[in-house]
Nanobody, 126 residues
Framework: QVQLVESGGGLVQAGDSLRLSCAAS????????MGWFRRAPGKEREFVAA????????IYSESVKGRITISRDGAKNTVYLRMNSLKPEDTAVYYC???????????????????WGQGTQVTVSS
């Protein structure tokens, strides 16, 4: 089992930055690839970013590419999502998820993930 706890969400203004954290516990964190997803009100869950178990590869949604950076710290068992130039359309609940190693392209699909956190709310005002 892997337990995931997100933090760092909040209410910010358009153009601000936030860094979300996802702390993992349980099985060996370093063997899992990690992803961030979000769900806006009335919308489907959306892929945001993912990082492979080794940290050697990252992938991003086209809607956030250039504004968001995913990273991981193995010593702290934590994955981060740095979000810059936030827009009102970034408003959503953000979830982190973990999966055993799989192909990078598969990391875009929520069904690939075995474990999920409870989510953290990000609200961007205009």
């Amino acid at each position: 089992q892997v337990q995931l706890v997100e933090s760092g969400g909040g209410l910010v203004q358009a153009g601000d930055s936030l860094r979300l954290s996802c702390a993992a516990s349980g099985r060996v964190f370093s063997s899992y690839s990690m992803g961030w997803f979000r769900r806006a009100p009335g919308k489907e869950r959306e892929f945001v970013a993912a990082i492979t178990w080794s940290g050697g590869s990252t992938i991003y949604s086209e809607s956030v590419k250039g504004r968001i950076t995913i990273s991981r710290d193995g010593a702290k068992n934590t994955v981060y999502l740095r979000m810059n130039s936030l827009k009102p359309e970034d408003t959503a609940v953000y979830y982190c998820a973990a999966t055993p190693p799989t192909s990078s392209i598969s990391l875009r699909f929520p069904d690939q993930y075995h474990y999920w956190g409870q989510g953290t709310q990000v609200t961007v005002s205009s």
